[in-house]
């Protein structure tokens, strides 16, 4: 079955520190998708980020980063100098074909993430 | 763009009573998906519609969960009799369709039995 599983439970860092969330997952599939969402505060799943298996190039938005590397079934997230505002929940997902052909999301346990000022 | 709407956004019941929950997709979204999220974990997909049909609810507790779907926008997720361990944010999310992979969430409602 699959499986995802972010290690960090809580990470605190300064403020302009970087800093890296992990993500680890487990499938069968040949196919798949991998995504990020942020949940701050108000509760809201923030949608960041998308990749599927066949594409392992690294992506840069902003200050954000993510690393996907299917040697070793990551898909690691990085915050270049963070920010106070940066501080949530993060949420590593995986994508899998549920009834009917439909994609269902499989969700880590997330990360909560403090950027202290 | 109108995003996911729930109501309410937080509800106290005691354990043993009814409660229900309310989600509008964003418009033209065909396919809407229930979260149950424990403190602390992921969400966990509880259903899935396409339209008013239901995909995928391996994951419902049928003995006391149920959710409809009656005109293919709004859903209403009940739960009937509540135990403590259903404490947990509801959220409900909605795709184009059930191949897309992008899920666009409401606020959640947050349960508390007591």
């Known amino acids: 079955a699959q499986k995802v599983t972010q290690a960090q439970t809580e990470i605190s860092v300064v403020e302009k520190e970087d800093v890296t969330l992990d993500c680890v997952y487990e499938?069968?599939?040949?196919?798949?998708?991998l995504f990020w969402y942020k949940q701050p505060p108000s509760g809201e799943l923030v949608f960041l980020i998308r990749?599927?298996?066949?594409?392992?190039q690294n992506e840069i938005s902003g200050r954000y980063s993510w690393n996907f590397q299917k040697s070793t079934s990551s898909f690691n997230f990085t915050i270049t100098a963070s920010q106070v505002v940066d501080s949530a929940v993060y949420f590593c997902?995986?994508?899998?074909?549920?009834?009917?052909?439909?994609?269902?999301?499989?969700f880590g346990q997330g990360t909560r993430l403090t950027i202290n000022p | 763009e109108a995003g996911v709407a729930q109501s309410p956004r937080y509800k106290i019941i005691e354990k043993r009573q009814s409660v229900a929950f309310w989600c509008n997709p964003i418009?033209?979204?065909?396919?809407l998906y229930w979260y149950q999220q424990i403190l602390g974990q992921g969400p966990k997909l509880l259903i899935q519609?396409?339209?008013?049909?239901?995909?995928?609810d391996s994951q419902l507790p049928k003995d006391r969960f149920s959710a409809e779907r009656l005109k293919g926008v709004d859903s209403t997720l009940k739960i009937q009799p509540a135990k403590l361990e259903d404490s947990a944010v509801y959220l409900c999310?909605?795709?184009?369709?059930?191949?897309?992979?992008?899920?666009?969430f409401g606020p959640g409602t947050r349960l508390t039995v007591t």
């Open positions: 999310a909605s795709s184009l369709d059930p191949r897309d992979h992008e899920q666009y």
């Open positions: 499938t069968r599939d040949t196919t798949y998708y």
């Open positions: 990749r599927n298996s066949f594409d392992e």
């Open positions: 997902a995986l994508s899998e074909v549920g009834g009917q052909g439909a994609q269902k999301l499989v």
């Open positions: 418009s033209g979204h065909a396919t």
């Open positions: 519609f396409q339209n008013n049909g239901v995909v995928d």
